[in-house]
DNA sequence: TACCAATTTGCAGACGATCCCGATAAGGGG
DNA sequence: CCCCTTATCGGGATCGTCTGCAAATTGGTA
């Protein structure tokens, strides 16, 4: 096959407005001193000829990539991808992230991650070598791993870090976990539970332990008690399950629990289930995450909505200006929202409040 | 900020391994004609150093850019990732694609481009000069578009069209639609029923056509009528709610009806419900898709699975082959699957066969 | 031993855009 | 009207890799 060459190139664009190539590149990149007719002239070349700059190029030249890097955990991701369970991430990471880029004339790129392996370092190393991305957004767990955030600031290049508050360098964005868990719990206690469980994330995800944080204090503050309603998964299945089980178990069983995730709320549905336990009447149940599926579970989930598209999307924003403007040191907020369907419902045995 | 170069070039691999550029470059690309001790020195400079070829530059110099670039509507889409309902398309592609990109060293990239738009030409073409991919997969309606295949064609980039049969240039491969649409049809016909319905996509899917052609074929050919049977949506909910409601106020109501996507059966689902028909009591229901949510509707769908991912990661394959070895010019079929599960039984009123 | 062909290696140029810096043109105060 | 500052524009080098061709090496044969 011929070896494919540009078709239009900013050498042609140039002898048709009849400037130097240096005209034409100020008027493609925007910069200022040029002037107004000047401008004109070039940009009318450009339309005609139909000229599109050569991304490869471009990064060549020692510029931008117009390239934004999205890491996702290679396991989970590919797990979920297998288990159809729906890769909610993915798919709001890609609707937050790709719209925006679109907007600013850049693209994204997802790439799996494998997390826990000897060689993360060398592996995302040669993706940044051979891609040269403007910017690179860490989805977690990969946001709390300082191997990853210190390559990336050793490289310089701007790096958002999704749900994770710890200190270090990069933007930081979280989708308020603590404040999320807090808004659920006070949501179950005005319909006067008591009791209310708790099934946390896994440890290496620091956002886990802000949501316990949240429950916990909301729960305190209600003067509720919460030894021994706070059990842990990890995000899946089958943990949840045995967490589920567990909580419902005890001598003084929850009429309320709350769950980290879509997958293991699935997971109380079911042990509700074996136990002939009605949701809402005898047990509420509130999710976190709001994927598809909790729409047609019997019955339809209450969730706490994880705006991952409205984050990534600033996450890119962001990452866009930074050559510009520097990053912002405080962690930035995105709140979620409580969307109330059919799974919660006044505690059972309890008057109106 | 200051400039960001490459950290380890090929300039400083050959200077490490004390050859030209030149032969670095053939061991990078695994190029013949390299005595195998000095294939094995260079490759340990490359391995010390830690370098990886820059793709911006590789793409520049005229090669590859090591770049797959999957074509989706950009409409519908953001519609599914804004409903919630589930991008199984998009999912699935990435699935497929991305892994066999990985396991080739190629990298996929998903654009969104507008169906029902003048400029589809100008925008794709756009692209195309930026990224210079080095293959293309087209999914449906794109597939059929004359204006990108023959675009396509005329710059000689590789493409593959998904789920169209039409003839004209590119590779074609297809879920084998007709032989879907037969298979869940002889499926009801076994299990007594002799009025099926049959919900189609729109007329801009060829396979809309080849899914109704299955159906009609199974159904000639078990002596059944089809008059009147068949209805058309646009594979969302609300015109599969209209078909459906059709079919249903039929004097002689079918007893089974095959919807050729999940929203549509889930519209199929909400008219039985209205109409106190109980799933698969009294009306048995074929799903087409087999996205997540159809394991957690009530009961959940029986449906013919589309092996997207593994249709793209062929058409992946190919097109990254496409330098080397001819295209295929027949189509390529992968076989669908009929997932059983709740939503069909017996014929009411039929007896055991 | 000498010679020719095939294999292996190196040199220079190209790819398309940007960056640095110098040259020219425009504008403003004395 | 002149000079100086600032806004505009162009020339040449550069980025990292590959392609085409020439040079050097090897190996086998007459």
């Keep these: 096959m011929a070896r494919r060459r540009q078709a239009v190139t900013i050498r042609h664009v140039a002898e048709d407005a009849g400037v130097s190539l240096q005209t034409v590149s100020r008027v493609i990149n925007k910069e200022p001193n040029v002037r107004p007719a000047m401008k004109e002239r070039v940009q009318a070349s450009i339309d005609r000829l139909g000229y599109v700059p050569s991304i490869a190029a471009q990064r060549m030249s020692g510029s931008r990539s117009y ?169 899946g299945f089958e943990t949840g399950l045995e967490a589920a089980n567990k909580l419902l178990d005890l001598e003084d069983r929850p009429t309320a629990i709350i769950a980290s995730s879509d997958q293991m709320t699935l997971a109380v549905l079911e042990a509700a289930r074996d136990r ?13 995450d709001n994927t598809p599926v909790v729409r047609f579970t019997d019955p339809p989930l209450t969730a706490v909505d994880q705006p991952i598209a409205e984050t990534i999307s600033r996450a890119v924003e962001l990452l866009i200006m930074a050559p510009k403007s520097p990053l912002p040191l ?24």
């Excluded at 729906?86 to 994204?108: A, I, P, S």
């Excluded at 006070?186 to 539970?193: I, N, P, Q």
């Excluded at 409580?338 to 409040?353: F, T, V, W």
């Design 67 to 235: 390239l934004i890097l999205a890491i996702n955990d290679r396991e989970k991701t590919i797990a979920e991808w297998r288990g159809r369970s729906g890769t909610d991430w993915v798919d709001q990471m890609l609707l937050g992230g790709m719209l925006t880029c679109d907007e600013h004339g850049y693209r994204m790129m997802v790439e799996l991650v494998d997390t826990h392996s000897d060689h993360v370092e060398r592996e995302l190393s040669a993706t940044i070598a051979a891609l040269q991305p403007d910017g690179v957004i860490l989805t977690p767990p990969h946001s709390e791993n300082p191997l990853i955030t210190g390559l990336l600031a050793k490289r310089h290049i701007p790096f958002a870090r999704i749900g994770s508050l710890d200190p270090g360098p990069g933007i930081r964005l979280t989708m308020d976990d603590e404040h999320s868990a807090a808004m659920a719990t006070e949501k179950l206690v005005s319909l006067g539970h008591r009791r209310i469980g708790f099934i946390a994330g896994p440890d290496d995800y620091s956002l886990s332990g802000w949501r316990v944080t949240g429950w916990r204090a909301a729960m305190e503050f209600a003067g509720l008690p919460t030894d021994g309603l706070c059990e842990k998964g990890d995000f």
């Design 276 to 288: 002939n336990l009605k949701v809402p009447q005898d047990l509420s149940v509130i999710s976190f």
């Design 330 to 353: 405080e962690p930035i907020n995105v709140q979620g929202q409580l969307i109330e369907r059919g799974s919660i419902g006044p505690a059972p045995g309890a008057n109106d409040a």
